[in-house]
């Protein structure tokens, strides 16, 4: 399904990445690093805008070649970032947001975990789990 | 019910039990002892309210401005952890908040009179800390104070810092 999940702390560091095809492991650091601006953008036009629907999917960050790059924000400016192959066309926005609510549900867990410090590198089995269930799919 | 009570007895054990490691080294409490004991419990609920708050906000829609995070606190948060809502919160619309509980549940065990009076802070610390580690997850960062005039109610005063 994903190709590349990554996590990001409030202050835009990574906290966790994780791709599939491991041998272009810096492109997609680049392609998160990039949609970082975008994320920045779309969180700052929440506030302005009258009918703003203030969720916290964010949706298509924006489409490269080859990726689609989808994001998500939690209330505590963690950011969630999917990059999935664009030749996947079979997934929905539905889908993606499952997702990313599946994700967000881990890392809660990870984040009331008494032994993990916040602001440190997610290293948390759980965490490994679902992300590898989300990318297994690929097929 | 009797869930409730679990973390009042908890909280009770825990601020004894810090009490007690700080006096076992010495015969006597000193003030530099209390405030190091106020500040344990109030890391302590730092982080719990850093966790608390990254659990309790995953199903609600992200905030519009700093009063919209302060209303939750008291609506939200308080009701979660001391099952009942802030009764009063005050502000001066430049980030100085005053939240006023009449019934505070971690002093509602403590006698109505004066004669305790000097005990509120070491009950209040760890709430303090909690509600500033949840401020802090949210992206405020703030000073949180409490002051008790009669006894079962309590009053918290939050400065954000604005950088």
Request: net charge negative; with cysteine; aromatic share 10%.
């Given at each position: 399904m994903a190709v590349?999940?990554?996590?990001?702390?409030?202050?835009?560091?990574?906290?966790?990445?994780?791709?599939?095809?491991?041998q272009n492991e810096l492109k997609f650091h680049y392609t998160v690093h990039t949609s970082?601006?975008?994320?920045?953008?779309?969180?700052?036009?929440?506030?302005?805008?009258?009918?703003?629907?203030?969720?916290?999917?964010?949706?298509?960050?924006?489409?490269?070649?080859?990726?689609?790059?989808?994001?998500?924000?939690t209330n505590s400016k963690v950011k969630f970032v999917i990059v999935v192959d664009s030749s996947n066309t079979s997934l929905r926005d539905n889908e993606i947001r499952s997702m990313f609510r599946k994700l967000h549900n881990s890392f809660t867990d990870v984040m009331c975990n008494p032994f993990h410090n916040p602001g440190d590198q997610i290293q948390s089995k759980a965490f490994d789990g679902i992300v590898s269930g989300m990318m297994m799919q690929t097929g | 019910m009797t869930d409730e009570v679990l973390f009042e007895f908890l909280h009770m054990e825990m601020?004894?039990?810090?009490?007690k490691e700080q006096q076992s080294n010495k015969m006597q409490m000193d003030n530099k002892d209390r405030a190091a004991c106020v500040s344990v419990l109030e890391s302590m609920g730092f982080r719990v309210g850093q966790g608390l708050i990254e659990r309790l906000t995953r199903d609600s829609p992200s905030f519009k401005d700093e009063l919209d995070i302060m209303k939750f606190i008291c609506k939200d948060f308080w009701t979660k952890v001391f099952r009942r809502q802030i009764d009063n919160l005050r502000t001066n619309h430049q980030g100085t908040y005053v939240l006023q509980d009449n019934k505070f549940t971690m002093l509602t065990q403590l006698s109505n009179g004066k004669q305790y009076l000097d005990h509120a802070p070491k009950h209040l610390a760890f709430s303090c800390g909690m509600v500033r580690?949840?401020?802090?997850?949210?992206?405020?960062?703030?000073?949180v104070t409490a002051e008790v005039a009669v006894m079962p109610s309590c009053k918290f005063?939050?400065?954000?810092?604005?950088l």
């Open positions: 590349c999940i990554a996590v990001i702390a409030k202050e835009n560091y990574p906290l966790y990445i994780r791709n599939v095809p491991t970082l601006d975008v994320v920045e953008e779309k969180i700052s036009a929440v506030g302005k805008s009258l009918a703003d629907q203030r969720e916290l999917y964010l949706g298509l960050l924006y489409p490269t070649e080859d990726y689609k790059v989808y994001g998500y924000v | 601020v004894s039990n810090v009490y580690g949840a401020l802090s997850n949210l992206g405020l960062d703030s000073v005063q939050v400065v954000i810092q604005k």
